[in-house]
């Protein structure tokens, strides 16, 4: 089945530092999808991208969706305590696929 | 806002039990997923419903039934509850099946 590659596995940045972390693929992919999860928490939605190339900002995250369709990234500018949490991506491989991909996540850890 | 509201928020089994999370959306959306989450391994699909009426297996489906109650409630069902389905389980929500998902907060099983 389709796989996706995250990295880092894991971040530690002081805090103000930019954070920036990629997702994979080794088929193309049409969306991509980035979630930020909280501790006990659901994942929430940070950013969508639908467009080879598009740069999309929410914030004070970017992303981008990977102009050979198999890959995009996220980055995070001046981080804050609060950035902390596990980082997914997810990919619909086609138009009408069935369902999104995940990512096995980044997790990201801010020091004072 | 409600969202995506799953219940029980945790639960403990013992082998063999059975049992049924319960999930609904008050958002309209028409499709409906349930994933579970164990650790360093993101989110794997257990299985989705397009849109009221149907269902599919997605990657994990093995030991599970769901059932789409009408186009709010998907319930997922484990028969006969076995230690390796111990994981936190989310039910999501989008408005189509390439849309992007609204997650629930989770159901985290124990299965002693």
């Known amino acids: 089945g389709q796989q996706l590659n995250q990295s880092p596995q894991s971040m530690f940045i002081q805090e103000g530092e930019d954070v920036s972390m990629n997702c994979t693929s080794s088929?193309?992919?049409?969306?991509w999808l980035w979630y930020k999860q909280d501790p006990g928490e659901g994942p929430v939605l940070l950013i969508a991208?639908?467009?080879?190339?598009e740069l999309t900002s929410n914030g004070r995250l970017t992303a981008q969706f990977g102009i050979t369709r198999k890959d995009s990234f996220l980055n995070i500018s001046a981080s804050i305590p609060s950035d902390v949490g596990i980082y997914f991506c997810?990919?619909?491989?086609?138009?009408?696929?069935?369902?999104?991909?995940f990512g096995p996540g980044t997790r990201l850890s801010v020091l004072p | 806002n409600a969202g995506v509201t799953q219940t029980p928020k945790f639960q403990v089994l013992k082998t063999g039990q059975s049992m049924t999370l319960q999930c609904a959306q008050d958002m309209n959306h028409n499709s409906m997923y349930w994933y579970r989450q164990d650790p360093g391994m993101g989110l794997r699909l257990i299985y989705y419903?397009?849109?009221?009426?149907?269902?599919d297996k997605g990657e994990v489906p093995n030991g599970y039934n769901v059932s789409r109650l009408n186009k709010r409630e998907f319930s997922l069902r484990l028969e006969s509850a076995a230690p390796s389905q111990t994981s936190v389980y989310f039910c999501?929500?989008?408005?189509?099946?390439?849309?992007?998902?609204?997650f629930g907060q989770g159901t985290r099983l124990t299965v002693v």
């Open positions: 991208l639908y467009k080879a190339g």
């Open positions: 419903s397009a849109s009221e009426g149907t269902t």
């Open positions: 997810a990919g619909s491989p086609d138009n009408y696929g069935q369902n999104f991909v």
């Open positions: 999501a929500s989008s408005y189509t099946l390439v849309a992007e998902a609204f």
């Open positions: 088929s193309i992919f049409n969306t």
